[in-house]
Nanobody, 115 residues
Framework: QVQLVESGGGLVQAGGSLRLSCAASRSIFSFNAMGWYRQAPGKQRELVATITNGNTANYADSVKGRFTISRDHAKNTVYLQMNSLRPEDTAVYSC?????????WGQGTQVTVSS
């Protein structure tokens, strides 16, 4: 069973930065891609950013130029660097790993941006 453990969430003022981490229980090479999604209260879950094994990154329009997704294969960890945070970025952020047969999800980490 694959485990994804997120960390790095918290409370930050608008304009600030946070770095989220997602540590996988097995080699991230075994996944086709990994990514971050978020869900704000009363809203549907939305894609934030994904990164493939070939290091191709994809971002939601709302975070382009502010967020950066990256991978550290030695640590089996994916990161989401979030800069210039806005109150509308407030959400639970969840890590996702696309396996050959199914997707895996972490438990989520809360990010709250105050105005």
């Amino acid at each position: 069973q694959v485990q994804l453990v997120e960390s790095g969430g918290g409370l930050v003022q608008a304009g600030g930065s946070l770095r989220l981490s997602c540590a996988a229980s097995r080699s991230i090479f075994s996944f086709n891609a990994m990514g971050w999604y978020r869900q704000a209260p009363g809203k549907q879950r939305e894609l934030v950013a994904t990164i493939t094994n070939g290091n191709t990154a994809n971002y939601a329009d709302s975070v382009k130029g502010r967020f950066t997704i990256s991978r550290d294969h030695a640590k089996n960890t994916v990161y989401l660097q979030m800069n210039s945070l806005r109150p509308e970025d407030t959400a639970v952020y969840s890590c996702n790993a696309q396996g050959a047969w199914r997707n895996y999800w972490g438990q989520g980490t809360q990010v709250t941006v105050s105005s």
